[in-house]
């Protein structure tokens, strides 16, 4: 955990495996929908909130697909 900060991190590659979607497409996703939770540089990879990037998915439906409770 980053000081100061109250969240879980993760990383991009461990987000795409909670929600099934490819890192590619998390990394779009961040890239490109001003919705998407702020992401952080950690080192060579980004990390964002679980709690917020949960939120996120819960959120958005995309094809029926939705973060299971």
Not at 34 to 62: C, H, I, L, M, N
């Amino acid at each position: 955990m980053i000081p100061g900060m109250d969240h879980d991190l993760i990383t991009f590659t461990e987000l795409a495996r909670r929600v099934e979607l490819s890192q590619q497409r998390i990394s779009q996703l961040a890239a490109t929908d001003p919705k998407f939770p702020d992401t952080f540089p950690f080192g060579p990879v980004r990390v964002v909130s679980w709690e917020e990037a949960e939120q996120y998915f819960k959120e958005r439906k995309q094809r029926g697909r939705q973060v299971e409770e």
